[in-house]
């Protein structure tokens, strides 16, 4: 975790400083708002900015997002007063931290925004079995692709094997492919001069050059464009890469991982991945079991989000009651880890005493949580009858029209979930992503997450 302070908050700052440091966290500071932006762009890198509430802090968010860098603000500040810190938070900032600091809100807070802390919890042998081979190639310099599916834990995996490392003191960087557009992606890895293009105000510093000397985490590598894909493969190579609009290589010592929930030999047959890239990726490959197949995992996960939430909101101790813990193993969990830490968040909500039953294992919207496969639940029934009915006569109806009525009925069968949507189409979450948007934009209804158009009666 890397705290980057900005401004001068008196007495408080080598209090504050402290109790970061005490907490883990790598702690730098600079005076003004542009000293941070600079010190940013120069690749020094930061996972949280503590700002004093008197600085313009939207001028600082503005000012990073021009240079396309996103790092959560927290204000603080001494004596702030309640309008200060309110316009603080409208102006982008996460948090506000009154000074002098409480240490537990400032790890609070810190444990909110890092996630690089998560531990690995496994008892089932299919994931010891994972956690064994990671913890033998650690070491190396090794290039390790991390599949999986949604959910399972593929960037904690990434992060154990970095603080396994001999680069364990050293920055972790991560870069999901995925998130970033395509004309953004390259400066964001490869950094660019000043001048290279439109907005390129001053030498930028990219993600390659940020995790000099660390670990890169290339998360989703699959959504990554085939001209860029190239790029990766030389900059693998001969570990040094080229800033956009650079006029000489820049040498970069660093240890490449990436992930992925596709198929990436899929991926090459289909022309969509480059197979030279994916043997310099692929030295170890670490597959990371879906939850129902570690079925040992689903009570150890779950008792260990269970105390963490009840911790984080204050409302003591809580235990599954056995026929909780039954129906949690018997479920299929399409959602893997993510899905079963949110179900215990609410959970820890919902409980009425100290033993949390089935029926505080809901859905989001409170709606019963089936504790079998979530095909009895009714969205999921309502997806299933979807698909077998006949389909409508395509004559009369363009490519386009055709093409629109295909990704939408597949997204009503997958319930609004992208991911497993593009796995279905054949076709990348970005590509997948920009159609959705143009529908929406052309007033087409668009299922969101969960959801499918037409709610099942």
């Known amino acids: 975790m890397r705290v980057l302070i900005v401004g001068s908050l008196g007495g ?15 702690v730098a500071h600079v005076d003004t708002v542009s000293q941070a932006t600079a010190y940013l762009r120069a690749g020094k890198g930061a996972d949280l900015l503590m700002v004093d509430v008197d600085l313009d802090i939207q001028s600082l968010i503005r000012a990073n997002e021009a240079e396309r860098i996103t790092v959560p603000v927290v204000a603080c500040g001494v004596n702030a ?5 309110a316009f603080a938070i409208r102006s982008g900032a996460k948090e506000f931290i009154p000074l002098p600091p409480d ?22 042998p299919a994931m010891l079995q994972v956690i064994e081979l990671a913890e033998r190639i650690a070491p190396s310099d090794a290039s390790v692709l991390i599949t999986g599916e949604s959910g399972v834990g593929k960037e904690v995996m990434a992060r154990y094997v970095h603080m396994k490392s001999k680069r364990a003191n050293q920055p972790f960087v991560s ?4 998130a970033i557009p395509e004309n953004l992606l390259e400066s964001e890895l490869f950094g660019h001069e000043k001048g290279a293009f439109t907005g390129a105000i001053a030498r930028r510093v990219g993600k390659f050059e940020e995790a000099d000397g660390g670990t890169l985490l290339l998360d989703e590598i699959s959504e990554m464009d085939a001209r860029l894909q190239a790029k990766l493969l030389r900059a693998l190579q001969e570990r040094e890469i080229d800033r956009v609009g650079g006029t000489k290589p820049v040498k970069v010592n ?11 030999a899929q991926a090459v047959k289909d022309g969509s991945f480059r197979e030279d890239l994916l043997f310099r990726l692929n030295v170890v490959n670490l597959a990371v079991p879906p939850l129902r197949n570690r079925p040992s995992d689903a009570i150890a996960l779950a008792d260990h989000f269970i105390a963490k939430y009840a911790d984080a909101n204050g409302v003591g101790h809580k235990t599954l009651s056995e026929d909780a813990k039954a129906m949690i193993t018997a479920r299929d969990w399409p959602g893997n880890v993510r899905e079963l830490e949110n179900a215990m968040h609410r959970a820890v909500l919902l409980a009425g005493g100290e033993v949390i039953t089935p029926e505080a294992i809901r859905m989001p919207d409170g709606s019963a949580f089936s504790g079998m496969s979530t095909k009895t639940h009714p969205l999921v029934q309502h997806a299933a009858q979807a698909a077998h009915l006949p389909q409508a006569a395509r004559v009369g109806m363009t490519v386009a029209e055709v093409e629109q009525n295909l990704i939408l009925d597949t997204l009503d069968h997958c319930l609004g979930n992208r991911t497993h949507a593009a796995n279905i189409l054949g076709i990348s979450i970005r590509t997948l992503r920009n159609k959705l948007k143009q529908y929406s934009d052309e007033g087409v209804s668009v299922p969101g997450p969960g959801e499918t158009r037409i709610s099942p009666a």
């Open 12 to 26: 408080q700052l080598s209090t504050a400083t402290k109790i970061a440091m005490d907490r883990g966290a790598k």
């Open 81 to 85: 007063s309640p309008q200060n810190a």
């Open 103 to 124: 240490a537990e809100l400032i790890a609070a807070v810190l444990a909110a925004v890092a996630e690089d802390n998560r531990p690995i919890i496994a008892r089932d």
């Open 175 to 178: 870069v999901n492919c995925a």
């Open 254 to 264: 660093i240890r490449v991982l990436a992930t992925s929930n596709r198929d990436l």
